[in-house]
DNA sequence: GGCGCTATCGGAAGTGCTTGCAGATAAGCT
DNA sequence: AGCTTATCTGCAAGCACTTCCGATAGCGCC
């Protein structure tokens, strides 16, 4: 039989710390935008890094349960991920060149809790993503015409 | 040949109005709450209505680029659509039960822009969506343990 | 250092949503 | 009624992602 002790209830999950763990986060790091998983394995086989598709997808899953990563579904389908600090922001992002800006909404936070509490909902938590066209890129756009 | 004369070049887009057009707007009609394009397959082959997948997929989308519905990416990566008023909202969601109520957030507006503006943005949208658990979920929920 | 347990990897196959295709259908004009 | 052509529709391809399961390789133990 076992040699393990199963009495120990309170062991922790046992994480590994593995070359490919070690790729991922590199490559998140390496940039402070939104990535999909396709990219970071593009980008990691470019490097000579041999890391398995299906890896990536289950190490970003479960980086972002973790918490560690931002979650953000793109409007063609893609799923991107982005390294996140455990504070909490929001996001304004270049509907033409993919550009994303940090930003804090103080008032939002309260507004979320207010109309929530007005509602009765408890346990709240809440995503804003501001879209837009960048300064740079409206000028181009501008110049275009 | 054609008696169409084509020099009219101005002519409407000879827009048709069929039964399926109808059985869909009267599906997104039926209720105010976002719903997926299978979800209307199904109601719509429940109700005795014979139209096509492919004619909603279609037809939604059309209706999408015409602005007339809200799009809006769910997280398991069903598109979500809504008959959608000229008027600007919010939504409420109850991740128990899925209810939705239907929020204004005139603060957030405000922030959104003011936000957009200071970092040089232009034709800012922007998508708030507020995730929690309503009181009778969490009722149930409290009496559990 | 060597060994075994098991977390992790990773290719292939599967899943579910969405869309392109080409022939069939039917709306609206004459 | 007859014709033109927008629209419908099922099929199957495309995709982003997940699941399966045998193979690989950390990490603790001896």
Not at 4 to 23: C, F, N, Y
Not at 83 to 109: A, D, F, I, M, N
Not at 115 to 136: P, R
Request: hydrophobic share 35%; proline share 1%.
């Amino acid at each position: 039989m076992t040699a393990v002790s199963d009495d120990l209830e309170g062991r922790a999950p046992q994480e590994r710390s593995t070359r490919q763990k070690r790729a991922i986060a590199a490559a998140l790091d390496s940039s402070d935008a939104f990535r999909s998983a396709q990219d970071i394995y593009t980008e990691l086989r470019a490097r000579g890094e041999n890391v398995g598709l299906t890896t990536i997808y289950n190490q970003l899953r479960a980086l972002a349960e973790a918490g560690e990563l931002d979650v953000l579904r793109g409007d063609d389908g893609e799923t991107h991920y982005r390294r996140c600090g455990t504070e909490h922001h929001h996001h304004l992002v270049c509907s033409e060149c993919g550009r994303t800006v940090e930003v804090e909404g103080p008032e939002v936070e309260r507004w979320a809790s207010r109309v929530a509490a007005e509602h009765g909902f408890v346990e709240v938590a809440h995503t804003v993503e501001v879209l837009g066209t960048c300064a740079s890129c409206a000028r181009k756009k501008a110049a275009h015409s």
